[in-house]
């Protein structure tokens, strides 16, 4: 069969939700027995999200094979238990810079360089090199930004072309809202039907509308949105706000959005999608039997989607031990030894969060002392495994000015050091550790005991790390190196096993954990935090 292609664009506002119904589509038809991919093509110049802030932008995602990019990515993987790559990925930065690369190798044999052909070409090429891999039944393609963006253009007119060119193999999905007036009582067609003009002067109708909504369409609402917009009556999706972003795929499943889409594309939808697994899921998720909290100390909570993937993997271990975790995000930069027990009681276990830079680092340290001093478990990620190292340097070995040289580069005491690697680095972007790296897991810890093996892969995105000349000190007073990198002893995971649970990873797990597999050590440290919890209420 011809590789298909779904390409998702978004109107009248951004925020929709673009990437959960690509992803719950491409679940659905994964569930077909269809192999399918998500491709995101971001209208930003930067040449990936690596250098942003998170609160420009929410998490960045690392691929296995190293690249930085949207959280989108994220609940792709999660949804579909299928890895992407920095093919799934795709910004206006890299697509002018190809180009301009070409340009400069005089690929273009004197030609003026342009936006239509030579930008959108370079698009279309980007969305089908994945098809042509010729690993994937359909590609879905998620145009980012909001169609009306002037960035947007170059990315529609090249779904336009590709419409053309690629027939039957090819439908467009638009996703608008329809917003309640509540003075009038009303919900309100008018912005999708302005949307679709949009596109429609831009050359692009669409074949299936999703339609975001606070409350019910009724019928004659679909009708009018199908009449005024060229669509089809059954083409009109509504799409209602889900208690959890995991009940989408159900809900478009009864909404037949995959029946649509798939008769759009000639697909046979004689079998119905084999569900079985990720209803089981819900339903653990949906009917917890208890609720424990869990402390997120960072300093992004003022954005949750700072740690969308942390989060996610807590929706997924909390489900395999059917607890719900309530994930209480603590500021960093307020946690200090005078309050640090108030802001922490109640809580079965202390995550401390990834980051950079000095903002909120001595609350994060403070945080670990009071886990490991209390016995309560605790789990460190990249620099929340950094922040332990430097507290048991402080509190156990008695180095009082022991410090990251990423927040102190003059201390005699760099427990945590940049990497040989990076230290003649001099460009910002893309320049970290980044993607898999493999890791051994020593005999007999609680590594080897929440993984069930001795050697892993996981990935990473940093910088500094733990200092070696330090490693047997740490060791003989208490705190091990249970993971390390095979080939360069980079440590990657450090554990206290005198503590009833301490745990910390130089790399990110979170990026790992989806739905039908949670990450073992997540799974653990709420399997171990939930155990806690028990322990104190008796
Ligand atoms: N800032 C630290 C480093 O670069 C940790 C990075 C992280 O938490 N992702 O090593």
Redesign the pocket.
Known sequence: MNTKYIFVTGGVTSSLGKGIIAASLAKLLQSRGLSVTIQKLDPYINIDPDTLNPYEHGECYVTVDGAVTDLDLGHYERFLGVETSQANNITTGRIYQNVINKERRGDYLGKTVQIIPHITDEIKRNIVALGSTKKYDIVITEIGGTVGDIESLPYIEAVRQLKWELGDDCVCIHLTYVPYVAAAGELKTKPTQHSVKHLLQNGVQPDVLVLRTEHPLNDGMKAKVALFCNVAKDSVIECMDAPTIYEVPLMMHEEELDMVVMRHLHLDTSKEPDLAEWKCFLARFKNPKKTIKIALVGKYVELPDAYKSISESFVHAGAANEVKVDLQYIQSENVDESNVAEKLAGMSGILV?????GRGIEGKITAVKYARENNIPFFG????M?CAVIEFARDVLGYTDAN?A?MDTKTPHKV?DLMESQKNITGMGGT?RLGAYPCEIKPGTLAERVYGTTHISERH?????FNNDYLAEFEANGMIASGMNPDNHLVEIVEIPSHRFFIAGQF?PELQSTVLKPHKLFTAFVAAAKAFSEEVNE
């Open positions: 969060a990834p980051g950079f830079g990620i990249c620099l929340g950094q990251s990423e945590v970290m995105r940093h910088r500094y790390e990110h």
